[in-house]
């Protein structure tokens, strides 16, 4: 996979959204292999690199957002990993709509979340509507549970 990543880089260029891909899926690798200090800054690149190439409100770069969110959260960073949430949340209702799996997955990921953290402040609870779903993503990006650990760049 590093191997892969030189390449797009040298070819496609370092702020390619290929690259950008890459980056996540490799980041992805190392957070399952409990990596998680290595993958950090890969998410952090791709995610910057996904809102210089698309712009703030893409569903890529809140696919991003909800596995940079899931990383802290792992990382016991609930309070860094709570608005990346909120924000992937916001991207994908205003882009996808409320009932999309994407959504869908990140409502229940900042669920759990609030969960984890207590009783979150008045008005501030994300409204329950699914624990688990499975689908699709934007670009032909997959996600799973909770996180989306694949991303495939179709051009």
């Known amino acids: 996979m590093r191997r892969a990543l030189e390449i797009w880089e040298k070819s496609l260029g370092a702020e ?5 891909a890459g980056l ?10 409990n990596r998680l200090s ?7 690149r791709a995610l910057e690199i996904d809102e210089k ?3 703030p409100g893409h569903p890529d770069v ?3 957002l909800n596995n940079l969110a899931a990383l802290l959260k792992e990382t016991d960073r609930l309070d860094e990993a709570e608005p990346l949430y909120r924000r992937a949340l916001e991207i994908f ?3 996808l709509g409320a009932g999309h799996p994407l959504t869908e997955t990140v409502r229940g990921n900042l669920e759990r979340l609030e969960k984890e953290k207590g009783a979150s402040p008045e ?3 994300v409204e329950v509507r699914s624990e688990k779903v499975k689908g699709a993503g934007p670009k032909g990006k997959v996600t799973s549970e909770y996180t989306a650990p694949l991303r495939v760049w179709d051009g």
């Open 38 to 44: 290595e993958a950090e800054p890969l998410m952090r």
């Open 93 to 95: 209702e205003k882009s």
């Open 123 to 125: 008005g501030a609870k």
């Open 16 to 20: 390619h959204p290929q690259v950008a």
């Open 53 to 55: 190439s698309f712009g």
């Open 24 to 33: 996540d899926n490799l980041a992805q690798l190392l957070k399952a292999t």
């Open 62 to 64: 809140a696919i991003d």
